[in-house]
Structures are given as C-alpha cells and as structure tokens.
C-alpha cells in the first residue's frame, strides 16, 4: 500500500474514533454539573451511594472503558498499516543518514513514537481534554494541553529509541541467544525508568516544593517513621495547574524516593483524610511493591522474549513488513505491534497483582494511622471529586481495574473499623 493510501486510511481511523468517542461521552448538563449534597461523604452512609451519583459515574467513566478500546485497536492498526509499506520507505531513507546503524536505529524508534503520538492526538483530545472540561476536571486551557502533549512526546520518543537500541543491539550481539540477553536488558531498563521517573519525568509535568504545613509534614514524617521508611521531606506537586483530580504518591527508591502530595487534595481534604491518603502510598514502601512490581514486570518480560524468540527464528512473520528477520530494521512496527498485544495478553494478571497490592496498602493505611473512619470518609469524598465507577462490569474490572472498585475499599475499611477495639 502507498504511503499516501496509508495516511489517509490512519488519519480517518483516527478521526472516526475520536467522533465515536465524543458521540458516547455526551452527557446532560443536569447530570455533569450535579451537587453531590452535603451528606455525600458521611462516613455514616457506609458504601451506599444515591443512583444519581452512580449515574454520573456511569456516564463519565463508560465511555473511557471504549476509549481504551478503539485506542488500542487504532495503535495496532497504525502499526500493521505501517509495516506494510511507509516504515520500509522510512528506514530506506534513514540509510542516508550518517553516523551507522545505531543512530539509524534511534531515530526510527523516535519516528514511530511520534507517528503514534500523532495517531493518538484527536482522541486523546477529546477524552483528555473536552471531556474533562465538560465534566469540571481539567483546569488546563488548550496551550497548556499541548504542551503537555508534547512533553509526553519527548518522553516517548527518547524511550522508544533507547527501547529500540537495545533490542537491536542485542540481537546483531547475540544472534543464538539474543532473546535472554534483550529480557536482561529490558529488565535493566525497567529498573533505571523506575529509579529516574521521579528525578527526570516528573518534573517535566509537575512543579515540586516543599510542604509548607510544618505541623502536617511532622505528621506524615512520624507515620513514615512507624513504616520505618526512611522520609527526608514531603512534596507537594501544583497539580491544580492540570486538575481538579486529588492524589498522592510514592515513587522511586533508594535516593530517588519521594513523597509527593498533590496540591488539589492538600485543599479538598481535611488533614485526616490527607494522612490517610499517604499513609496507603507509605504502605506500599512498606510493603516493597515497587520493587515487587518491577520483579513481576522481569517475568513478564521473560515471557514475551521467549515467545519472541521463538518467533525469531523463522522470517514469516517480518516478511510482512519486507523484514528478512527479526534483526532487521524494518521489523519495528511489528515488534511494537507484539508488545502491545503481549500487553493486552498480560493486562488481566497485571491488575490482578496491582489490586492486590493496593488491598495490602489500604490495610497498612488504617494500621498506619488506626482511623478506618477516615478511609470511609476519604474514598467518598474521592469517589465524587474524581468521578469513579460506583457500578464497574466485572469484565472491566477484572480486565482493567489497576484498583479495587471504591464500594469494595469501603466495605473493607468498614469492617476492619468493626474488628477494631
């Protein structure tokens, strides 16, 4: 197929499914702009929400469950579209291009990434930035959209073409063996990602200062210190920049480790509901999910390599793409278009381990400060603040839930308050 038939046949796909998901994502302004009522986040109402609010949940969190979708199948056919033709013509024209084939290599990485992030750009318009406006979530203005926009696009672009450096590298290194050699290096890349996300990622997005409240800070400092992790300070990310969307974290490990607390729920929440909010991050530091997380990301890898290579040592699959192996260039969309389906193939067991991860933080939250009332009290008010599926289909959250539904994390808070003395 030429590569002017491709990118017209991209370009409407693209369109066409970020219309449908505009079309499905309509909702009532009674409905969007609806009052939860003062009483929406007693603790007294347990995990009984009024159909209005589980409505509006329905209305606003559906339509995503679609938007990942058409956004999966759209990368994927993206991908195939690709390798039959206009990726071969790239990688023709990059052997002009001085400096061997490593930078060649790089540079076809980066060229998918942004072809992708292109691909990507009208329905993540609509999902991320017109329906979060419509629905109060969004605080951003269409500049400071795109910029973000672009910020990700860098971050990617870099990724996929030290992805793809080392994936080739390791097989024109160790043609027999490459595939336990390129689990080896992508486990190491992982951890690296891990370590340097709060350093080097996180701050091209958010802007970090110091807790102001000292009293607070104290507080959340004596929690970490009953944890025994270890917190030099407390940061706060101006998130209010982007959303109304409340949140806190706990990312990296060893000297990239930081607490960060977004600014939203410093001014939502009451000080409980915010020591309960890092107490379940700190949780996780407890419990070493991070490191747990990038274990089980290792096996993962470990599949996806051995069926690679099992795949490599034939040439039928990448002559679709006029590959003559695995090791040649023109293969990349397909090895793309692998990982993301290898993705999809895991994503069930992956959110399997991630809920149970979150259960396990969620119970050294109320161990952490022994205020089970609070959990109530703050997965209501989030439950509203942020829009969640009050009523998700068990497919969906057994598919794509990385959290228990919220029903379900109060129902556990409220029982653990009835086992408390």
């Known amino acids: 197929m030429s590569t002017s038939r491709v990118v017209i046949v991209i370009v409407i796909l693209a369109l066409v499914a970020a219309g449908v998901v505009g079309f499905v994502s309509r909702a009532p302004a009674s409905l969007r702009n609806a009052e939860p009522g003062p009483d929406a986040a007693d603790p007294a109402r347990g995990a009984a929400f009024s159909d209005e609010l589980i409505a509006r949940g329905d209305a606003f969190r559906k339509p995503a469950y679609l938007s990942f979708a058409l956004g ?30 490593a930078v060649r290599t790089m540079l076809a990485g980066a060229a998918l990434a942004v072809i992708l992030a292109l691909v990507a750009l009208p329905l993540s318009f609509v999902r991320g930035y017109v329906v979060q406006h419509d629905w109060g979530l969004s605080t951003q203005d269409v500049g400071g959209w795109l910029s973000d926009q672009g910020r990700a696009l860098l971050v990617a672009a870099v990724t996929m073409a030290v992805a793809a450096l080392a994936f080739f590298a390791v097989v024109r290194w160790r043609p027999g063996s490459w595939w336990l050699w390129g689990w080896a ?7 690296v990602l891990a370590y340097l996300y709060p350093v080097v990622i996180a701050p091209l997005f958010f802007k970090f200062t110091p807790l102001a409240d000292e009293d607070l800070a104290r507080r959340i400092t004596s929690i970490a210190e009953e944890a025994d992790i270890e917190v030099d300070e407390v940061l706060v990310a101006d998130a ?12 990296g490990f060893g000297a990239t480790k930081q607490v960060v607390v977004y600014d939203t729920l410093l001014e939502a929440g009451g000080t409980d509901e915010t020591l309960f909010v890092v107490a379940h991050e700190l949780g996780h530091q407890r419990e070493r999910h991070i490191i747990k997380n990038i274990v089980a990301a290792s096996l993962a890898l470990l599949v996806a390599f051995a069926v690679l290579g099992v795949l490599g040592r034939g040439g039928s699959p990448w002559s679709l793409a006029g590959a003559e192996g695995i090791g040649d260039l023109r293969a990349l969309p397909l090895l793309v278009a692998f990982a ?11 959110n399997l381990l991630s809920r149970t991860f979150e259960r396990q933080a969620d119970a050294a939250a109320i161990d952490l400060t022994a205020d089970s009332d609070a959990g109530v009290r703050t997965f209501r008010r989030l439950a509203i603040s942020n829009i969640a599926d009050l009523d998700p289909p068990s497919l969906v959250v ?24």
């Open 72 to 101: 999966m199948l759209l990368q994927l056919a993206t991908l195939l579209l690709l390798a039959r033709g206009p990726m071969g013509g790239l990688i023709d024209a990059l052997e002009r291009v001085p400096g061997g084939w």
């Open 185 to 191: 290096a992508f486990t190491l890349l992982t951890i």
């Open 240 to 251: 209010s920049r982007r959303t109304t969307s409340e949140n806190a974290y706990v990312a």
């Open 340 to 350: 993301l389906f290898a993705g999809l193939v895991l994503l069930p067991a992956e």
């Open 398 to 421: 057994w598919t794509l839930f990385t959290h228990p539904p919220i029903l379900e994390r109060i129902e556990f808070f409220l029982e653990r308050d009835e086992a408390m003395p």
